[in-house]
């Protein structure tokens, strides 16, 4: 009896393409089943062993190493699956973590060295002693296999890698920021014999975050704050209620309670309440030019601090968290997040001053569901040539819902380093990393819901930019909130919310104290139809 193995021709004889030979007479175990196995038969154990890590080496009889990998896989795949279905916030939570990250881009470049290593392994184990031809098919055939398990891995890293950068440059832990006015949540916490999750906003109905656009443009010293919107959130149904106020606002008002007071007893006025020294945009800059750094207490960002406390007062509604975004950064944002679409119902000027009578050298044509990238988006949010303040305020309500809508889970996967990198770049905010994880959850309620919105107009339904009476405001926020939970039957008509119009009117068949943000920036074919270019 020749101790040489036969060919793979006599190997196969008389079987059909692909199969096997059984006779195992003159040999035993791996080494027999190996050798006796066709290519086409390895290949797929070899695949199957790569989707399956371990699996491969079990049919190749190394059963004691291929069950222990494929035990490991099967128990953290299962793990992690019940734990994503049965605590999707705690869960979800773990990817805006830093630390949590950095381990995460470590481990997924271990897992993808140790898996290529399996698929090496296994197809080695199962192939026995292949012809040349064969050697080179398996050799492409394990590079392939290879790649797509290491690709995707490494794409996970850099993405893990750059959430955590991006989550530690914006975001700063408790311990390492100080702000004398954010709250400490304690939401989602366990409590004692608790077995399901419980829910992290249980114990606080409303989430209110001012959203601060800053611009510290050409022949400006310092930030003024040009666009104050406080975005009041219920955190168990999602829906959202935004309030515009203008950035002339005057005599904006802090509380008998805040020290403050003490320095503003008649709010930030000088008694003028036209003077912009005084207004609502030079609160970040100006009150803590004029008080002790630490009139509030330790704190990273007092101008912040001051505006938080003064439209919670103006408004009725204690802010918690700010977010001060800069407006030249905002379209790199828009940009990393492939654009968003509106509707543009009028003529909108990109450049061009007033005050100095520059026309602007080009105009957003009116137009439906128009994708605008950066550069667009921010004259949308921003022109004003021939208009008013308002008109733009009615403008950056319709951007925000844009953006909410333009952030599925698609978009954030596909452009997620871009995003990443965007903001870290343009966002400050004294929400701290613990509490992150809580966002996470809030964000997914605030997609689905409704979002209304109050635009506060200067001789509109009783609002007067120099002169404000802070108690109707309230009053009208109060009204307001309610209107959110249940959106009233009737709005205001869609000629006088002056959603994208390039101007404002002064008056308005009333029916509601709020509007829906999508009604207010839908398309309205009349307009678009009438509108025309203003230069002046």
């Known amino acids: 009896m020749s101790d040489q193995p036969p060919d793979e021709t006599q190997a196969n004889a008389g079987e059909p393409d692909g199969g096997w030979t059984w006779d195992l007479t003159e040999r035993s175990g791996a080494t027999a089943l190996a050798t006796n196995r066709s290519f086409r038969s390895t290949a797929l154990l070899t695949v199957a062993g790569t989707v399956l890590p371990g699996l491969g080496l079990i049919l190749a009889r190394r059963r004691v190493v291929g069950s222990i990998i494929l035990g490991v896989f099967a128990v953290a795949a299962i793990s992690l699956g019940i734990w994503a279905l049965t605590d999707t916030q705690g869960f979800l939570g773990q990817f805006v973590r830093p630390a949590v990250l950095m381990r995460l881009t470590v481990a997924l470049v271990v897992v993808a060295v140790v898996w290529v290593g399996v698929v090496v392994a296994s197809h080695l184990s199962l192939r026995g002693r292949p012809s040349r031809r064969h050697r080179v098919l398996g050799g492409l055939l394990v590079g392939v296999l290879a790649f797509a398990v290491a690709a995707p891995m490494a794409v996970a890293a850099r993405y893990s890698y750059d959430t955590a950068t991006s989550v530690a440059g914006t975001f700063k832990s408790e311990a390492d920021s100080k702000s004398a006015t954010r709250p400490t949540l304690n939401a989602g916490k366990p409590t004692k014999g608790q077995t399901a999750p419980q829910d992290p906003w249980a114990d606080k109905p409303r989430l209110n ?40 606002t005057a005599r904006m008002p802090f509380p008998k309670k805040s020290p403050l007071h003490r320095y503003y007893p008649n709010g930030f006025t000088n008694g003028n309440g036209e003077d912009q020294e ?11 030019a ?10 990273d960002d007092l101008g912040a601090d001051v505006l938080k406390i003064s439209v919670g007062e103006a408004l009725g509604l204690e802010v ?8 030249k950064g905002f379209s790199t944002l828009v940009d990393a997040l492939g654009g968003i679409r509106l509707n543009v119902n009028s003529y909108i000027p990109i450049g061009g001053n007033t005050d100095l009578h520059i026309p602007p050298s080009e105009f957003l044509h009116p137009g439906a569901n128009q994708k605008l990238d950066g550069r667009s988006a921010l004259w949308y949010a921003r022109g004003r040539y021939g208009a008013d303040d308002f008109a733009r305020m009615d403008r950056q309500r319709c951007v925000i819902n844009a953006m909410i809508k333009q952030a599925s889970p698609a978009t954030l996967l596909s452009r997620y380093e871009d995003i990443a990198k965007a903001g870290k770049e343009i966002v400050q905010t004294d929400v ?5 994880p809580l966002m996470v959850d809030l964000g997914l309620r605030v997609k689905d819901g409704n979002v209304r919105s109050i635009v506060f107009k200067n001789g509109v339904d009783g609002f007067f930019s120099s002169n404000p009476d802070f108690p109707e405001m309230r009053q009208r926020v109060k009204v307001a909130l309610g209107e959110a939970a249940k959106p ?6 869609k000629k006088s919310s002056g959603s994208s119009s390039g101007s404002s009117s002064g008056t308005s068949s009333k029916t509601a104290e709020s509007e829906d943000v999508d009604d207010t920036c839908a398309f309205n074919p009349e307009m678009a139809a009438t509108a025309t270019p203003y230069r002046g």
């Open 278 to 288: 005084f207004a609502l945009n030079a609160l970040y800059q100006n009150v803590p």
């Open 488 to 493: 009233p039957s009737t709005k205001k008509s």
């Open 320 to 327: 918690d968290y700010y977010a001060l975004i800069d407006l």
């Open 209 to 248: 975050v001012l959203l601060l656009g800053g611009d510290a443009g050409k022949g400006r010293t310092g930030t003024r704050t040009d666009t104050v919107i406080l975005a009041s959130v219920d955190t168990h149904t999602g829906d959202t209620t935004l309030f515009s106020l203008p950035r002339n």
């Open 432 to 436: 701290p990393q613990e509490v992150l």
């Open 290 to 299: 004029s008080v002790p750094k630490n009139v509030l207490g330790p704190t």
